[in-house]
């Protein structure tokens, strides 16, 4: 099997900026682009794996194993078969359209907590609930690592019954690896570790894995979607950020793994005896990551690339992802000169948002392809029976 070079350097970016950072002083700027440009393309191939769910999420069945005659080999029933198709979901519109609301609710309610109780409380209940949700997340990211480099027996699945409700712990039985194990082994000990000494280097970590799994594992469904998020999210942020000083004051008071940090000098400062930092929110990462790995999935669709088995490393022609990506980096690149000139906290979807749904659109005008983009979409079942329902109603 051939491997995509780029993904490959994208995580040895993301390893060497991560320890690299922390005994050179490398220039903040460059370490903000290239480490979230790394994120981001690692991230949104392995979005890729999404069809395949939304294959068998249809009804669709992966081709039978051959035997030795070249006879397809005997499997489960169609029934049994039929009984385990995936659940899938997506954002709808009306999802999106609530999105900028719910947000705003919870961001003005932590602002009121700091405002209102005790910071190191507020802070102290964030903790636990970050800490529990990174483990979760280390896991997933982690565990697939051990096993595609570490010994054979990594990958031995294991059966564990369970007695809880379906809607708490899922359909019995649970089915993992031995290197989920080891990986939920070491996730706990980190979050006990980063819960105790908060130190900027594991929130990084956190944050780099729920980039990664946020984008790798959500949907925004289709194209006009996307578009219904990211421009209510523009308005959002312009509002928090310019209009009041809600965004800054929860950024600045959140002793979370909500952003990534970077820092500016390795020297700490006279007065606090803490390194400097510049930050990027999480949100500015992963929501135009959900877009832009349904940028590459839709170049994924208009190559024919196979739905099984997944490959990600799969060589494909990619006009809307590298577009979108390009539109991001010259993007993410005016938020951090504005910021710089002005020396003031930008709100980085004021720039972002142009520059991903310009890029996208641009490209599927210069390519005659407006139509099919916005027609994509990653809900076929539900459209299906929508326009079966339409022919039904038109026949009476």
Known sequence: MSYNPLILLSYAAIAGLWVGCQVVEIPYVANLMLLVTSILYAACHWSLTLREEQALARGESPPKEKDDDGKDKEGDDDDEKEE??????????????????????????????????????????????????????????????LESV?????????????????????K???????????????????????????HWTMNNVLGICFCLQGIERFSLGTYKIGAILLVGLFFYDIFWVFGTDVMVTVAKSLDGPIKILFPR??????????????????????????FLALLLRFDAHNANVDYFPTNVHASFPKPYFHSALIGYVLGLATTLYVMIVFEAAQPALLYLVPACLGSSLLCAVVRGEMKALFDYSEEEEEEEEEQKDEADKKKD
């Not at 009121?112 to 483990?135: H, M, P, Q, R, W």
């Not at 089915?175 to 000494?197: E, H, P, R, T, W």
């Not at 000098?265 to 999480?282: R, W």
């Open 265 to 290: 000098s390795l020297t700490p400062d006279a007065t606090t005896g803490k390194l400097e930092m510049s930050l990027l929110g999480l949100g500015d990462i992963v929501i135009p990551g959900f």
């Open 150 to 170: 570490g010994p054979k027996f990594l990958s031995k699945e294991i059966k564990m019954k369970h007695f809880l409700p379906e809607s708490i712990g899922g």
């Open 84 to 145: 385990e198709r995936p659940q899938y979901e997506t954002l709808t519109s009306k999802d999106a359209m609530q999105f900028p609301l719910l947000g705003s609710a919870s961001l003005f309610g932590l602002y009121c907590a700091f405002k209102f109780f005790d910071k190191e409380t507020v802070n102290l209940i964030i903790s636990v609930y970050f800490s529990l949700v990174g483990i979760a997340a280390i896991t997933a990211t982690l565990g697939p690592a």
């Open 172 to 198: 019995s039985p649970w089915v993992f690896n031995v290197s989920d194990i080891f990986a939920l082994m070491g996730g706990v000990a980190f979050n006990v570790a980063y819960f105790q000494s908060k």
